[in-house]
């Protein structure tokens, strides 16, 4: 069994955990930026969260040296049994937790609703904090004060410059928004076997760390509900086993699709040049726009109607489309799911439509082609239910 143990540094903003040598040591190194308050210490729930995937792949039970909030372990045990169920070559044993005491924040669910948001600049997590800022969520909205974006997860430790180019965009998008900016430094992502599979689990011990201020934290749905598929590292289906009675966590946006974020922040013209989506080009905090997910996200613009400029270097051309990799399954579906919506736009550039046909090898409109959102979702739960590793 693993002690954990936790060193926090003078002024709160360093966090490490530590064990008795049975798994790897992991920090946190928080900056709040733009004058943003520092998130003061409120326990270890973060410690145990951050470390439970490393454990469970390792088949190392865990004993907190530190109190734990009892809705939290609770949520934790379902958790553990979804993800052994569903992948047991990441999630290899469902282990023991135990703690030196627990504790229960019992009116928790009567204080003012401060939320939190998990932001990388991108279009799901910038959809997900603008919404609520302009109080267009509806029963949905949130007073949030603090978007979180995180170093060491997209963009890799040893790349300093882009992830400070990539926060200064994300300072500007939360400036024109009224919200404050904290960055996180950590060493989570080269701690994990499966990144793809876990990063929900890391994005939540990041969030837990801002508990004191917030008692509620938003995490931006990777797709629509109709179009998602739930075996995925961010699921709204496993996310909510990382509330605390300190925390809840909320999954959000589920009932739009990219394209339709897109055509939302498409309202908001000054957020676009800020938008951060690239991560297979070079590490330089900027879009590459040549890479799989720049030009997919050129043609979510382009199926939503939002005309250029974009946060690219380039246009959109024939060009791009024709030699673009699909180097997946997701990727190619998902390109189909874009010229549907391409095909109903009025607006859109017949060759840049006639372009992704050709790179789809289709012919005909959609309304000749037998196709379905349904079709989607059932192909990519089997996609990725099979994938291993």
């Given amino acids: 069994m693993a002690g954990l143990k936790l060193r926090i540094s003078d002024d709160g903003l360093r966090r490490e955990v530590i064990s008795n040598g049975e798994l790897p040591p992991l920090f946190f190194e928080i900056t709040p930026r733009d004058n943003a308050s520092a998130p003061a210490f409120d326990g270890g729930d973060f410690a145990l969260i951050a470390?439970?995937?490393?454990?469970?792949?390792?088949?190392?039970?865990?004993?907190?040296?530190?109190?734990?909030?009892s809705t939290l372990l609770d949520g934790l045990d379902h958790y553990q049994e979804v993800w052994h169920s569903w992948r047991p070559d990441i999630y290899k044993k469902k282990i023991q937790i135990t703690s030196d005491s627990e504790s229960y924040r019992a009116n928790a669910g009567q204080v003012t609703k401060r939320a939190l948001v998990a932001?990388?600049?991108?279009?799901?997590?910038?959809f997900t904090l603008s919404r609520h800022a302009h109080n267009e969520a509806g029963r949905a909205v949130?007073?949030?004060a603090t978007a979180v974006m995180v170093h060491g997860f997209d963009m890799p430790l040893d790349e300093a410059d882009g992830f400070e180019t990539m926060a200064r965009h994300g300072s500007a998008i939360c400036r024109d928004l009224g919200v404050d900016l904290v960055t996180v430094r950590t060493n989570w992502r080269r701690l994990v076997a499966n990144w793809e599979m876990t990063f929900g689990a890391g994005l939540a011990s990041v969030l837990h760390q801002f508990s004191h201020q917030h008692n509620l934290a938003l995490i931006a749905t990777e797709e629509s509900y109709?179009?998602?598929?739930?075996v995925w590292g961010n699921s709204?289906?496993?996310?909510?086993?990382?509330?605390?009675s300190k925390l809840k966590i909320e999954?959000?946006?589920g009932a739009f699709d990219r394209i339709e974020r897109a055509r939302y922040i498409g309202r908001y013209r000054s957020l676009i040049p800020h938008l951060h989506v690239c991560w297979a080009g070079p590490r330089t905090g900027k879009n590459c726009g040549v890479c799989p997910k720049c030009i997919l996200t050129k043609l979510n613009f382009v199926a939503a109607g939002v005309p250029e400029p974009w946060p690219f270097?380039?246009?959109?051309?024939?060009?791009?489309?024709?030699?673009?990799?699909?180097?997946?399954?997701?990727?190619?579906q998902f390109l189909e799911l874009i010229l549907t919506k391409m095909e109903a736009q009025p607006s859109a550039d017949p060759q840049i439509v006639a372009a992704v046909r050709r790179r789809l090898g289709v012919e005909q409109p959609q309304k000749d082609r037998k196709f379905s959102p349904a079709?989607?979702?059932?192909?990519?739960?089997?996609?990725?239910?099979?994938k291993k590793g």
Avoid: Y
């Avoid at 709204?236 to 605390?244: H, K, N, Q």
């Fill in 51 to 69: 470390m439970l995937p490393i454990a469970m792949h390792q088949m190392v039970d865990l004993h907190a040296e530190f109190e734990l909030d």
């Fill in 251 to 253: 999954s959000d946006g």
């Fill in 313 to 332: 270097p380039q246009p959109l051309t024939t060009g791009l489309i024709s030699e673009m990799p699909l180097k997946t399954r997701w990727q190619r």
């Fill in 375 to 386: 079709v989607l979702k059932s192909a990519l739960w089997s996609s990725f239910t099979r």
């Fill in 236 to 244: 709204f289906w496993s996310d909510r086993f990382f509330s605390s």
């Fill in 142 to 144: 949130r007073d949030v």
């Fill in 226 to 230: 109709q179009n998602c598929f739930p």
């Fill in 119 to 126: 932001f990388s600049s991108g279009v799901d997590s910038t």
